[in-house]
């Protein structure tokens, strides 16, 4: 089976799942829902496919009628598929180390494999991920199309905010020249619009993991806060958020998907692991453990402005937790654990990152300062080969049982 004809199918399925029960929020299926008509839309041959890095301003991509995505996706999408240990060892044979980005690897392996669509062309970023944008240039050679790299600045200056809008309108150029058509005002403007009503709606739908207990199960908006920028400026992003709403609005009347107890509060560092895998199910089934907060789902950025969009988006790039000095990140990380009073962090080290492994000391320190213990696991978040059970089950038993004293003691 195509990578397409598999979308598809998973599509369709989705669709007539959604339909048995219509009265119903359905957040999780829309959501998935999403990502997969993504997938289709990537695979469809449409000539309109863009390859990006992760901080991408995708409400000017959407309101230019492209399919765009952030290469990360696909290596996630791989490990998810159960797919990710063939295009690793493929990437692996060509010679890309085993020490490099488990995300970066799959794309890799997934180009040698021939599994990655063809783009129309590529936008490289300098944020967040170095690692991001040197596969963007070996994308743009593998295919021989034209690269443009929206150079982001690490610190948070009036003039640095300019720099990076005045970039983001040459982008747009750089787009138009490539497509033949250019950006309608009232196009970005709708797309502007569509964006602030879903950050919106997103910002609810965190405030709900404050309750205690939370209407939230660890696994409801695994990879949402990453994943829902590729949305917005799209309709798709609004009906998403609001279904998670909806449903967690609910939920604490009839006690649905509530983790039983929730003796502990817990934050997920960074990304998931994308590979099928019981960490969640431990937590939850044998310790009440619920993960109520994740870093990444965060809305950092006010709304956008419609008369200065370009101005208004580069700001929220480089005031991102992952741009700039870590203690930009710590002083975030600080300010979710108060909010959703948790009792402990988890962070997967993730191999070849500077976020996963390179900040693990200071962010251990930075959250024992509010006193937040924090379990550093030593992963590859795609890499499924690495992934040691057994040992990583004893640690987070031992880590959940010093919580759990603590909470006692506390009493």
């Not at 980005?101 to 590529?122: N, Q, T």
């Not at 649905?256 to 089934?285: A, G, H, K, Y």
């Amino acid at each position: 089976m195509s990578m397409h004809d598999f979308f598809v199918n998973r599509v369709s399925g989705i669709q007539a799942a959604i339909m048995e029960t219509p009265d119903r929020p359905n957040a999780n299926k829309k959501y998935a829902l999403e990502l997969s008509g993504l997938g289709q839309r990537l695979y469809s041959d449409s000539g309109k496919v863009v390859w990006s890095g992760i901080c991408t301003p995708f409400e000017v991509l959407n309101a230019m009628g492209l399919t765009a995505c952030f290469v990360e996706f696909m290596g996630g999408t791989v490990a998810s598929m159960g797919t990710g240990e063939m295009m690793l060892e493929a990437a692996e044979h060509a010679g890309y180390p085993a020490e490099m980005c488990g995300y970066h690897r799959a794309v890799m392996g997934a180009v040698s494999k021939g599994f990655m669509p063809e783009p129309a062309f590529l936008i490289g970023t300098t944020g967040f991920c170095t690692g991001g944008l040197s596969i963007i240039e070996m994308l743009a050679r593998e295919y021989h199309k034209d690269l443009f790299v929206l150079h982001v600045p690490q610190d948070y200056t009036h003039e640095n905010v300019h720099y990076l809008a005045y970039q983001i309108r040459r982008m747009v150029d750089f787009i138009g020249d490539h497509t033949g058509e250019r950006l309608e005002r009232q196009k970005l403007a709708e797309a502007i619009d569509l964006s602030n009503r879903a950050r919106d709606i997103m910002v609810e739908v965190y405030k709900l993991g404050h309750s205690v207990p939370t209407p939230i199960r660890g696994k409801d908006l695994r990879n949402f806060g990453i994943l829902m920028p590729l949305f917005l400026g799209t309709e798709a992003a609004i009906d998403v958020a609001r279904a998670f709403r909806d449903e967690f609005m609910t939920r604490p009347a009839t006690g649905e998907s509530r983790v039983s107890e929730e003796r502990l509060r817990l934050m997920w560092l960074q990304t998931r692991i994308q590979f099928n895998n019981p960490v969640i199910d431990w937590l939850e089934n044998q310790f009440g453990a619920a993960v109520v907060a994740d870093e990444l789902n965060y809305v950092h950025w006010s709304p956008l402005d419609p008369d200065d969009p370009f101005t208004s988006l580069a700001r929220r790039i480089i005031t991102h937790g992952f741009n700039g000095p870590t203690k930009q990140r710590i002083n975030i990380l600080k300010k979710l654990a108060k909010e959703y009073r948790v009792d402990g962090a988890i962070n997967p080290c993730h191999w070849g990152c500077r976020q996963g492994t390179g900040a693990r000391g200071l962010v251990y320190e930075a959250l024992k300062e509010i006193d937040v213990p924090v379990i550093n696991l030593d992963v590859d978040c795609v890499d499924s080969r690495n992934f040691a059970e057994g040992q990583l089950k004893t640690r987070i038993e031992a880590f959940a049982e010093v919580l759990e004293s603590r909470r006692r003691s506390a009493c």
